[in-house]
């Protein structure tokens, strides 16, 4: 009986992504100017046929990183890409070759404290440094951080479509999304590859929370440019629900805590309206960077990515709190309000007895 020949990946790429929010907003227009030659202006590329407003708000500036240095022996392509809305994201590209059935075991490599990582952060750190001074409201060593890897194969090693791919390789695929190294329940396994996509009948796109599979021998890159904006949608909604629970902590003590003075709660007033402001502002920038009406299959792509990474119930946390905010923000300016008027109160109680001792005064002279 002749053997089963074995799928190998002939041309593919891991790429990893590590997208760290930096500050409020970067001034692309400076920093392109900083950068000179070295700072290209990005453009979603699309392979299907898409109305031409289907591309970036702004478009983000790409830098090309050269060859990191991982090991002593081992180096990778690397590129970064700086957003107005103050992210930096390094993407590294790792070559993928052999067996399909032993793509599961490098995932390892792609996640946790690794060499992979540690060269994506200094990175991330040479390029956050030479434009730091850009950097509107730069938040330091507190910036949030989010990674992810799609595994991109261009060419098997025989021509195969995508509905046979996902129907005879479903446990190695479901093993590569999940990281997992045993065997997938029945469940997990149809949970790890549902909503799979497919534009032509030699492509196919699986998404999972921590990692995406996308075959393509088109060389398309539209479809990874959706999952990364996807994933920094997900890291500006994690840091602004932080943001507003560490406001809305600071604003119940200051409510709840007695202080003397005219006006006790000028500063967290003060902080809320700012807050308020700022975190409208960004994540409606970010919501608006990039719309996909008019290209429905990566509109597809971006609904899976969303409901994969639970956008939707971030978003709805995120405008809770900011109903919290102005709930309490009013209730500041109410307790504002109501002290100025008992101040004015007293000064005019007080002016009035001066008045009145100064008429009881004159009338006993006179």
Not at 83 to 96: A, M, Q
Not at 204 to 216: E, I, P
Not at 320 to 328: E, F, M, N, W
Request: with cysteine; hydrophobic share 40%.
């Amino acid at each position: 009986m002749q053997k089963k020949e074995e799928l190998s990946i002939t041309t593919g790429n891991a790429l990893l992504y590590y997208c760290f929010d930096v500050g409020n907003a970067i001034d692309l227009d400076k920093v392109s100017s900083l950068l000179g030659g070295k700072a290209e202006r990005l453009s979603l590329s699309v392979e299907r046929l898409s109305p031409n407003y289907i591309q970036y708000r702004k478009q983000p500036l790409l830098l090309r990183l050269g060859q990191l240095r991982i090991t002593d022996a081992y180096q990778v392509e690397g590129v970064a890409k700086i957003y107005d809305f103050g992210v930096i994201t390094i993407r590294l590209r790792v070559p993928l070759r052999g067996p399909l059935s032993h793509l599961r075991d490098s995932c390892p490599n792609f996640s946790g404290d690794t060499p992979l990582t540690r060269a994506a952060t200094k990175a991330f750190e040479d390029v956050r440094q030479h434009i730091a001074d850009l950097i509107h409201k730069p938040y330091g060593e507190n910036h949030s951080f989010e990674d992810y890897v799609v595994f991109h194969v261009e060419q098997f090693s025989r021509r195969i479509h995508g509905s046979e791919l996902l129907a005879n390789h479903s446990g190695t695929l479901a093993r590569v999304l999940r990281c997992e190294p045993h065997e997938l329940s029945t469940m997990e396994l149809n949970d790890a590859l549902k909503n799979p996509l497919s534009y032509y009948t030699d492509d196919l796109v699986l998404v999972d929370s921590g990692a995406a599979f996308v075959y393509s021998p088109k060389h398309a890159y539209d479809v990874h440019d959706i999952l990364e904006y996807a994933i920094i949608e997900l890291l500006e909604l994690r840091h602004y629900d932080w943001v507003l629970d560490n406001v809305l902590e600071q604003a119940h003590t200051d409510v709840h805590v007695r202080r003397p003075g005219i006006n006790p709660f000028s500063r967290a007033h003060r902080e809320l309206a700012e807050v308020r402001l700022e975190v409208t502002d960004v994540v409606e920038k970010v919501e608006n960077t990039l719309k996909l009406i008019g290209d429905m299959y990566l509109a597809k792509v971006y609904n899976v990515a969303a409901e994969r990474f639970g956008l939707a119930q971030w978003k709805e946390s995120v405008r809770y709190k900011l109903q919290t905010v102005q709930g309490v923000y009013q209730l500041l300016t109410d307790r504002i309000n109501a002290r100025r008027f008992l101040v004015m109160e007293i000064v005019i109680t007080v002016s009035s007895a001066f008045y009145i001792l100064e008429l009881i005064m004159g009338y006993l002279k006179g």
